[in-house]
């Protein structure tokens, strides 16, 4: 019976080149000269510190660029609110990975609602799929692609 699974990953040694290739950028860069501004990323956090809004504002810009060119999707990450102290400005930014249980029910509902014949299960952080006609599986994959999910989702595993 043909199957596949929706996930939504990253590649984390490539968040990690990221980081580093945006740190290096804002160390070169003249308008962040003495500021202090660094990126650092652990479990899937990134701290970016500086001195003010604006700067933070451009280091998420610099930070996305570097996503996109190492194949990141840039719709993985969630922006929390900047924090200000003195003279220091800190943000934090989730990398979000996986299909939590509300969105994974939220995409069964949905391949139900469409008549398609297909089983779903939520197996973990993914969406399993499976169904007798290879088409079937297809058209469940246009759907799913077609449907305004704020998570970036990869179709993989795929099996005859």
């Not at 984390?12 to 990221?18: D, P, Q």
């Not at 809004?53 to 810009?61: A, G, P, S």
């Not at 029910?105 to 399993?128: F, N, T, W």
Request: glycine residues 4%.
């Amino acid at each position: 019976m043909p199957s596949f699974d929706v996930v939504s990953e990253f590649d984390a040694h490539e968040a990690s080149n990221a980081v580093d290739q945006a740190n290096r950028e804002v160390t070169t860069r003249f308008d962040f000269k003495g500021t202090g501004s660094t990126y650092v990323l652990e479990d899937h956090i990134i701290s970016m510190t500086s001195q003010t809004d604006f700067q933070l504002k451009q280091m998420l810009d610099i930070l996305r660029q570097k996503l996109a060119k190492r194949g990141i999707d840039v719709a993985c990450i969630k922006e929390e609110d900047p924090e200000f102290s003195g003279s220091e400005a800190r943000q934090k930014i989730v990398l979000r990975q996986g299909i939590e249980t509300l969105l994974a029910r939220d995409l069964v509902k949905k391949i139900k609602a469409s008549k398609i014949k297909v089983q779903s299960a939520i197996q973990g952080e993914k969406l399993r799929v499976s169904g007798k006609k290879r088409d079937d599986l297809q058209s469940v994959i246009a759907l799913l692609k077609d449907a305004n999910i704020e998570l970036p989702l990869q179709y993989e595993n795929f099996r005859d």
